[in-house]
């Protein structure tokens, strides 16, 4: 398996989440069968953010690679899980944003809001 990790060094709002897929296309990602992403450095994420890592995940998933976050900070992790994502990208959390979120249960409906997201026309029940 021929791993890669990047780390993220924008944060993912506006411009900076649009530039994501130029930063990437640095990297020998046809070769690659994994891309483990490091989000220490982003802070901050906003729909535009979750756009990119949602386009990426579904060009990951099409062509049967693995896409992982990790080293993701509270409030970006707090985000991608309000809107379902850690439902399908596997998202490692630091430490103590693990444990915060232990304590709380998951947003209702979180997961279907992802889902339908990718693919508009599914209906979950």
Known sequence: MNRLSHIVENHLVGHDALALARE???LPLDEATALTLSLRNVAVIDA???AALVRLYSQFEAAGKALDL???NASV????E???IDACISVDARASTRA???SKPP???AAGRFMRWLNPTTTLH
């Open 24 to 26: 990437l296309s640095a």
């Open 48 to 50: 535009s953010g979750v």
């Open 70 to 72: 990790v080293d993701v």
């Open 77 to 80: 992790f707090h985000e991608l």
């Open 82 to 84: 309000r809107v379902g």
């Open 100 to 102: 915060e979120s232990r």
């Open 107 to 109: 947003p209702p409906g």
